[in-house]
């Protein structure tokens, strides 16, 4: 099992660049695939981002191709994910999420507790 806290979020203005992070504990950290989901008011969670064991293996919603970029450190245990020419709809509660298997865009069983993306026009 892992447990994963979210940090990084925060109030910006459009245009501006976020960097979240997600802090996994455990040592198995290595052996999940990662993502990123996330959920506006009044709307259902959306996948985001995802990234395999190694890295290797990418994939991104349509909605922030070209502008966000995900990754991870093994070593620290860390997954990121850098969000650049931020939009007002990308305003959201932001989710770390871990999985098993590497089926993004669909999500594992594993969830952070979220952190609170704003990005004002």
């Known amino acids: 099992q892992v447990q994963l806290i979210e940090s990084g979020g925060g109030l910006v203005q459009a245009g501006g660049s976020l960097r979240l992070s997600c802090a996994a504990s455990?040592?198995?950290?290595?052996?999940?695939?990662m993502g990123w989901f996330r959920q506006a008011p009044g709307k259902e969670r959306e996948f985001v981002a995802a990234?395999?064991?190694?890295?290797?293996?990418?994939r991104y919603a349509d909605s922030v191709k070209g502008r966000f970029t995900i990754s991870r450190d093994n070593a620290k245990n860390t997954m990121y994910l850098q969000m650049n020419s931020l939009k007002p709809e990308d305003t959201a509660v932001y989710y770390c999420?871990?999985?098993?298997?590497?089926?993004?865009?669909?999500?594992?069983?594993?969830w952070g507790q979220g952190t609170q993306v704003t990005v004002s026009s």
């Open positions: 999420n871990a999985d098993q298997i590497f089926r993004a865009p669909r999500a594992g069983d594993y």
């Open positions: 455990g040592r198995t950290f290595s052996t999940y695939a």
């Open positions: 990234i395999s064991w190694r890295g290797s293996i990418t």
